[in-house]
């Protein structure tokens, strides 16, 4: 199901620089810059509280007020502290709702594998797909059932029903989940611990010479 728009209002940012942007977050603004369609990136300032209620709720795209005009928006990228809870800045394109666009979908695994009731364990290998489709048709998910991955399985890029009108992006081949049996670190430590032939008879050639030696 795709995400409905949220809105947003935000201002125009006259000034730039870390101490500026530190004084909008103060405000409760988050600094944020517009690009694409080929007109010049814009610098704004978002207001925090409605725009984390959009990325609460899923959104990719938003209805950014800007000095009372309103600009529809596809959210490229967030960039949060070190910490991954305060938002620091925000990236935005501009796009038309007939263009098709780019974009990074997460994947929602849901269901218990069938191989994991014979004793395999599952490792998920991508959080998330690239996939191309119109703007208003933006998945907010792309759900995965594994209940029938067995063990010695796995699940690749490809094999990902998509939504209609969705198309894949990312390399078909790339692996995604897998299902094996966990193999303990000792069993693989005595297998591959070097083994050197066997030596007969070094003791007593070694106590021949010594006689001989004393003779």
Do not use: W
């Not at 000095?67 to 070190?82: A, I, S």
């Amino acid at each position: 199901m795709a995400v409905e728009s949220a809105n947003v209002m935000a201002q125009i940012r006259e000034k730039s620089g870390s101490k500026q942007s530190v004084k909008y977050r103060k405000q409760g603004l988050i600094p944020a810059v517009v690009y694409g369609h080929k007109q010049e990136p814009m610098s704004i300032a978002l207001n925090v509280k409605e725009f984390s209620a959009g990325l609460t709720h899923g959104s990719r795209l938003f209805d950014v007020k800007i000095n009372g005009k309103t600009e529809k928006l596809l959210l490229k990228d967030v960039q949060y502290d070190h910490l991954g809870l305060d938002i620091l800045h925000a990236d935005f394109m501009r796009v038309d709702l007939s263009e098709r666009v780019q974009v990074e979908v997460a994947i929602e695994v849901k269901g218990t594998a069938k191989g994991q009731a014979e004793g395999g364990i599952v490792d998920q290998h991508m959080s998330s797909v690239e996939v191309e489709c119109l703007v208003t048709a933006i998945p907010d998910a792309i759900v995965l059932n594994i209940k029938e991955l067995g063990v010695g399985a796995s699940i690749h890029a490809k094999d990902i029903a998509l939504p209609a009108g969705v198309t894949l992006i990312s390399d078909p081949e790339a692996l995604v989940l897998s299902c094996h049996v966990l193999v303990e670190k000792e069993e693989v430590a005595a297998e591959e611990a070097p083994t050197g032939p066997e030596v007969i008879g070094r003791k007593e050639k070694e106590g021949e010479e010594g006689e001989a030696a004393e003779a």
